[in-house]
């Protein structure tokens, strides 16, 4: 499943590439429409991933959907994991 977030990530990242240089607004609309079909995919592979690894999930929930500095949350989050 670790491979499938990585996959999904870079379906995410072709479509923002491809996004940034595509002239026609239906063809990019289209292409919107299909990166949050992959982030809604990327969202449930890592999901499934943090149900298996709680250290892990105890990791991003002190770093996700948090106020304040990233890199300090980061560091207080790997400490509590200890
Ligand atoms: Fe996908």
Redesign the pocket.
Same mark, same amino acid.
């Given at each position: 499943m670790i491979k499938g977030v990585i996959? +999904?990530a870079e379906?995410i990242d072709w479509y923002e590439q491809h996004k940034s240089v595509e002239k026609d607004e239906e063809a990019k609309s289209i292409m919107k429409n299909a990166q949050e +079909? +992959?982030f809604k995919?990327f969202a449930m592979d890592l999901e499934f991933l943090l149900r298996k690894k709680p250290k892990w999930r105890a990791i991003m929930q002190n770093v996700l959907f948090k106020e304040g500095d990233i890199v300090e949350l980061g560091e207080a989050a790997e400490e509590k994991a200890d």
């Open positions: 996959e +999904e379906a +079909e +992959e995919h």
